[in-house]
Every structure is written in structure tokens, then in C-alpha cells.
């Protein structure tokens, strides 16, 4: 829903809203929505000295382990949406896919995960199932269109490429924090998502701030931009809790579903032409996901032997 209500709401309105003003949203929704629900469940009491007690639990120790993610994360959110605006949704969907295979080098690297070769030939078939499906042309009609078109895509993949290295990046090291110190889920993202208001508020300045003056901070704003924030930031909430029950690499396989549904969707929203290259390689990139989610041959022999 994220990447086709994202991609409606920059090519719907002629007037196109200022992105990094819909990431600040994001993250000043966020901050409330886990603030709640922090309060509501882990800070019952009420004390007289109440807002300063919070703000002391909040700001302390090590809270500023937050503020790397809370950087990574808001250029990644405004990556995206530079990404959604230069390519399809179904291209960007599956070239987003990558972002298995940089979760799985940071985790590695980062929380020492064990990844069988069979892993590594599944996220080896990803990658190649993601350059299928670039292979598909959009056949503009003239010479300069062509060239145009070209260039966007170019900077739609660099911008992808990109985000999934933050991606992985930033979801390990928010997974390897949560996992590996006592704050609670919804204080570190009471944290996180204060922490990210700075860069998304630094962001708006220099990325946009003159046009923003000019035009106003609601410029080109319709109720897909309201829905491309809601959807952005209840997808970011379902990843803090699947990080915390499951992981960052299981997070992945679930959007090989997305992919599906982006690919049908796009179809008849966006007048997608799905080639026979672009079905192969969603097929390889799926297959490839099936085949990381199946178990370590090792792992199910040593927990046969533990039984
Ligand atoms: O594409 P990917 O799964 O890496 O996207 C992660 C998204 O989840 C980002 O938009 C990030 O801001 C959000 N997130 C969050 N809270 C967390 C972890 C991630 O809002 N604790």
C-alpha cells in the first residue's frame, strides 16, 4: 500500500508537495503513537514532578544510541520517496529487494548471524532476479524522452541502491540496540523517532526551505499525501515490532508478497506493462526468498540432536 499510495501522491496533483516535509510528519506521527502507547503501558504513574521524571527516562543513559538510526532512517525515508517518484512502483518494489541482501551482509558483520551457502545462493538469485526485471523497457516514444526517461531511471536506482544499504544498515543496528540493552521497545522508539525529527527538520531547510517560504509548507498537499504519511508511518511502527518478535532478515520475505501486489496493482493504476522478462524475474526474486526461508539443514540437525 506504502509504495502505491507513495508513487499516487507525487504523480496524481500537478502540484507536487514537498517530500521531506512528509517525512517530518511521519516522524512526528510516530513519536506520538509510541509516546502514547509508552505512557499508557510502562509510565502508569503519576508523580508530581511528572514531565521531568519522563523526559530524565527518556534522555538518559544511553539514549543517544538512537540518534545514529534516527539519521540513517530519515535519508533512507526521503530516499524512498525520491525513488517512488523516478520509477514505477513495481520496478522500485522489486529493486528495493536488494535490501535483503544488505541486511544480511550487515547482520553478518554486525550480529554475528550464521548464513548457510544455500542462503548466500538464495540472496545470489535475488540479486539476479532484481536485474531481470530492470531489463524491462518502457519504450518512450521519442529519441528525448528516451534519454530523459533513461536518466530518471538511473537516478530512481542510485537512489534504491542507496536506500537499501541504509536500510540494512540502520535495521541492524536498531535490531542489534534493542536486543542487546534493557529500554523497552516503545521507549527506543519514543527515542528514535525524536531523534529523527533534527535530521527531517534539516532536511526541510536545506532541501526545500526557499521553496517552502515561497510556496507554503502545505504546497501541493491532498489526502494521498495524508495517506502516503499514515501508511509510512504505520509500516514503520509494524517494522519496530517485527525487528523486535522476529528479525530484520525474516522482516524481508514478507514483501515478496508486496512485490505481487504492487506488480497487480500497478497494472491497472498505472498502466504498467508487465513484460515476460519482469514476470521471470519477479518469479527468480520470490523463489529466492522461499529458498532463504527455508531452515539450516545444520540448525535442524543440532535442535533434532538437542530434542
Ligand atoms: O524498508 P525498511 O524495512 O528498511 O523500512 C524501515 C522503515 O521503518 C523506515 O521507514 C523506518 O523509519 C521505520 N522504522 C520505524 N521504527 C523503527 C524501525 C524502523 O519507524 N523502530
Given at each position: 500500500?506504502?509504495?502505491?499510495?507513495?508513487?499516487?501522491?507525487?504523480?496524481?496533483?500537478?502540484?507536487q508537495?514537498?517530500?521531506t516535509?512528509?517525512?517530518?510528519?511521519c516522524?512526528?506521527?510516530k513519536?506520538?503513537?509510541s509516546?502514547?502507547?509508552f505512557?499508557?503501558t510502562?509510565?502508569?504513574s503519576?508523580?508530581?514532578?511528572?514531565?521531568?521524571s519522563l523526559?530524565?527516562?527518556?534522555?538518559?543513559?544511553?539514549?543517544?544510541k538512537?540518534?545514529?538510526p534516527?539519521?540513517l532512517?530519515?535519508i533512507?525515508n526521503n530516499?524512498?520517496?525520491q525513488?517512488?517518484?523516478?520509477?514505477?512502483?513495481?520496478t522500485?518494489?522489486?529493486?528495493?529487494?536488494?535490501?535483503?541482501?544488505?541486511?544480511?551482509?550487515?547482520?553478518?558483520l554486525?550480529?554475528?548471524k550464521?548464513?548457510?551457502p544455500m542462503?548466500w545462493?538464495s540472496l545470489?538469485l535475488?540479486?539476479?532476479?532484481?536485474?531481470?526485471?530492470?531489463?524491462?523497457?518502457?519504450?518512450?516514444?521519442?529519441a528525448?524522452?528516451?534519454?530523459?526517461?533513461?536518466?530518471?531511471?538511473f537516478?530512481?536506482?542510485?537512489?534504491?541502491?542507496?536506500?537499501?544499504?541504509?536500510?540494512?544498515l540502520s535495521?541492524?543496528?536498531?535490531?542489534?540496540?534493542?536486543?542487546?540493552?534493557k529500554?523497552?521497545?516503545?521507549?527506543?522508539?519514543v527515542q528514535?523517532?525524536f531523534y529523527?525529527?533534527i535530521?527531517a527538520?534539516?532536511?526541510?531547510i536545506?532541501?526545500?526551505?526557499?521553496k517552502i517560504?515561497?510556496n507554503?509548507?502545505?504546497?501541493?498537499?491532498?489526502?494521498?499525501t495524508?495517506?502516503?504519511?499514515?501508511?509510512?508511518?504505520?509500516?514503520g511502527l509494524i517494522v519496530?515490532?517485527?525487528?523486535?518478535?522476529?528479525?530484520?532478515?525474516?522482516?524481508?520475505?514478507a514483501?515478496?508478497?508486496?512485490?505481487?501486489?504492487?506488480?497487480?496493482?500497478?497494472?491497472?493504476?498505472?498502466d504498467f506493462?508487465?513484460?515476460?522478462?519482469f514476470?521471470?524475474?519477479?518469479?527468480?526474486?520470490?523463489?529466492s526468498?522461499?529458498?532463504?526461508?527455508?531452515?539450516?539443514k545444520?540448525?535442524?540437525e543440532t535442535?533434532?540432536?538437542r530434542v
Open positions: 500500500m506504502l509504495v502505491i499510495v507513495m508513487r499516487y501522491s507525487r504523480t496524481s496533483s500537478p502540484l508537495y514537498y517530500s516535509t512528509a517525512v517530518f510528519f516522524e512526528l506521527f513519536l506520538m503513537v509516546l502514547y502507547i505512557l499508557r510502562e509510565f502508569t503519576f508523580q508530581p514532578n511528572y514531565f521531568h523526559s530524565l527516562l527518556v534522555f538518559s543513559g544511553d539514549s543517544w538512537m540518534i545514529i534516527a539519521f532512517y530519515t533512507q530516499l524512498q520517496y525513488a517512488v517518484s523516478l520509477l514505477d512502483p513495481a522500485f518494489q522489486v529493486s528495493y529487494q536488494l535490501k535483503i541482501l544488505t541486511t544480511a551482509i550487515f547482520s553478518v554486525m550480529l554475528k550464521y548464513i548457510s542462503k545462493l545470489v535475488l540479486t539476479v532476479g532484481i536485474a531481470l526485471v530492470q531489463l524491462q523497457s518502457s519504450n518512450p516514444s521519442t528525448n524522452s528516451k534519454k530523459v526517461g533513461t536518466i530518471k531511471k537516478e530512481g536506482l542510485m537512489a534504491v541502491g542507496m536506500a537499501c544499504v541504509l536500510s540494512g535495521g541492524v543496528y536498531f535490531e542489534l540496540v534493542l536486543k542487546s540493552t529500554q523497552s521497545l516503545w521507549l527506543r522508539n528514535l523517532s529523527s525529527l535530521p527538520t534539516i532536511g526541510i536545506f532541501t526545500d526551505g526557499s517560504l515561497q507554503g509548507f502545505f504546497y501541493g498537499y491532498t489526502y494521498w495524508l495517506g502516503a504519511i499514515l501508511c509510512q508511518s504505520v509500516g519496530a515490532v517485527v525487528v523486535k518478535y522476529a528479525d530484520n532478515i525474516l522482516k524481508g520475505f514483501t515478496s508478497i508486496s512485490i505481487i501486489l504492487s506488480c497487480v496493482l500497478s497494472v491497472f493504476i498505472f506493462q508487465i513484460t515476460s522478462m514476470i521471470l524475474g519477479t518469479i527468480v526474486v520470490i523463489y526468498t522461499y529458498l532463504y526461508g527455508l531452515p539450516n545444520t540448525s535442524l535442535s533434532e540432536v
